[in-house]
């Protein structure tokens, strides 16, 4: 029999050490699985969420939030400046293929602890025992600022191109960074509504968008075919661009690699809802690979039709609506109402990715702070009994995407700053995550059981993984130019620094105190 977890002081309450969950055999929507009870039985948590995601709602959750079509009409900006449409179209596929690797590598890991709490439960379970504990609790802080800062850039990528949207109606509009800056405040404000008092419906309704999101794809993609203006094949595909001012195709290219790789984060969200999902270790891997793999290929095919039918890279670049996606569906279609309603269609789906990312971003607080990961935590970890939600977390990612936002009142960039540290710290945390698997692999040491395994091919992957994450960690800094201004400045590198800081000297003076890591939890017989 295994020796009972030390009770985590925030949860107050296990599973009865002599009884192991998974010999009752019912399935019932608040335990899940028998496999589920058995997962949170060895992890020493309890069972505080509702069981409600099934494969259909949490791959239809996964892709919306990824939303690697629309979001990478959203971001193209970015890359046409850096990189122009060669950059962009070479870019994605190289990411795309080293997303498929990561994302693989990770599945595998969400299969042996599937855990809300994700990458910091995984450190600390596979790390080296003398430096787990902090390894760990550095990795939350990550978690923790990669996903706050997604929900943020999504809100503000949104409020953005609600802007661009009015714009295109109103010739004479004037972006006010105030404006944006508010539109972000409503778009927060609605799906911290949506992630609490519609809650219980969210895996019907994300059933529902991943339909809207498909077709949605195959009707844009055939306005686009027939309408639009198809320029000469060769050109698309080896034209690159350096606006920023890099006197290096090479190095501009890569400065706009934060284009390409945002449409391909966040298959690990379904990963943090993995306490919501019924038979998550065999359920999380699936999803998890077929959102990279068919989100991917539909990001792909849109850019490589919106670079097709590109038209002027400088007037879209120019368009009064800030945005060039919106300006190739008004130069394909030649109808305002028509650029609209497509226009619409792309920022609904960017505002129900917010709605997942909120949701995520919410459950990994709540995770780490049932651990005692930061400051207050069991306000952050309390999950009402009658909501099934931790409302707490909920409110904080509403205040901090309104925060960030107001970045955009002095910086030209905004945006940039925002997603550069979002991608620069789930990166991170990736990479950390899968070297101390790695590393397992490499001593010879063994693998938790789990119902996805890579067998032989891990350990490649694994590396490959890692040598790409870093690669792209690197890059994710980088502003859109040499010498920028204060305003064109990306300070993301800045903030991620002040967070790492912060969280050691935390960690230091109380954490090391308080914050055991999930394996002090863990029942060793599985």
Not at 204 to 226: D, N, P, Q, S
Not at 353 to 374: E, V
Request: charged letters at 10%; aromatic letters at 12%; proline letters at 4%.
């Amino acid at each position: 029999m295994a020796d009972a977890a030390k009770e985590p002081i925030v949860a107050g309450r296990l599973y009865d050490a002599e009884v192991l969950p998974d010999e009752v055999s019912e399935v019932s929507e608040k335990q899940g699985t028998g496999a589920d009870r058995h997962a949170m039985w060895r992890m020493g948590k309890v069972q505080e969420l509702r069981r409600n995601f099934r494969f259909v709602s949490i791959f239809g959750f996964s892709m919306i939030l990824m939303a690697s079509w629309e979001t990478m009409l959203g971001t193209s900006t970015i890359g046409l400046i850096d990189g122009g449409t060669a950059g962009l179209i070479w870019m994605y596929l190289i990411c795309w293929i080293g997303f498929i690797c990561v994302n693989t590598s990770m599945a595998e890991m969400g299969s042996m602890a599937p855990t809300s709490g994700g990458q910091y439960h995984w450190v600390s379970e596979f790390a080296s025992p003398q430096s787990q504990q902090f390894l760990s609790y550095m990795i939350g802080w990550l978690c923790v600022l990669g996903w706050q800062t997604g929900a943020a850039n999504t809100a503000f990528l949104a409020g953005t191109q609600i802007q661009g949207l009015i714009a295109l109606n109103k010739p004479d509009y004037a972006f006010e960074p105030w404006h944006g800056t508010l539109l972000v405040f409503a778009v927060s404000a609605f799906n911290v509504v949506f992630n609490t008092f519609l809650v219980k419906k969210l895996p019907l309704i994300e059933a529902i968008v991943l339909f809207i999101h498909v077709l949605g794809f195959f009707t844009v993609l055939v306005i686009l075919w027939v309408t639009g203006p198809v320029g000469n094949a060769e050109e698309t595909f080896t034209t690159f661009n350096d606006y920023g001012g890099w006197n290096n195709l090479g190095l501009a290219t890569l400065s706009g690699l934060v284009a390409v790789v945002l449409p391909l984060l966040g298959a690990d969200a379904a990963v943090h809802m993995s306490e919501e999902l019924r038979d998550a270790s065999k359920t999380l891997p699936r999803s998890m690979i077929w959102t990279t793999v068919i989100n991917g290929s539909m990001g792909f095919v849109m850019l490589v039709t919106f670079c097709s039918v590109l038209g002027s890279l400088d007037d879209a670049l120019a368009s009064p609506t800030k945005q060039a996606y919106l300006y190739v569906f008004y130069n394909a279609t030649g109808s305002v109402a028509g650029a609209s309603i497509m226009g619409a269609l792309v920022i609904t789906m960017a505002i129900f990715c917010n709605l997942s990312i909120t949701a995520t971003s919410s459950r990994q607080l709540f995770a780490f702070a049932r651990d005692q990961g930061i400051p207050f935590s069991q306000t952050f970890a309390y999950v009402p009994p009658k909501w099934d939600v931790p409302i707490n977390a909920i409110c904080l990612s509403f205040a901090v995407s309104c925060l960030l936002s107001l970045i955009n009142l002095g910086s030209s960039v905004a945006l940039l700053n925002i997603a550069s540290l979002s991608t620069a710290a789930i990166l991170a945390s990736y990479i950390v995550s899968i070297s101390c698997i790695a590393l397992k692999r490499i001593r010879g040491e063994p693998l938790l059981p789990s119902k996805f395994s890579l067998g032989r091919a891990g350990l490649p992957l694994n590396i490959l993984s890692i040598i790409f994450l870093i690669f792209v960690f690197i890059f994710s800094f980088f502003p859109m130019g040499p010498k920028p201004t204060p305003a064109g400045m990306n300070w993301s590198i800045l903030m991620f620094g002040v967070t790492v800081l912060f969280s050691w000297v935390y960690y230091y003076f109380k954490g090391r105190h308080v914050y055991k890591g999930p394996v002090a939890y863990v029942r060793k017989s599985v």
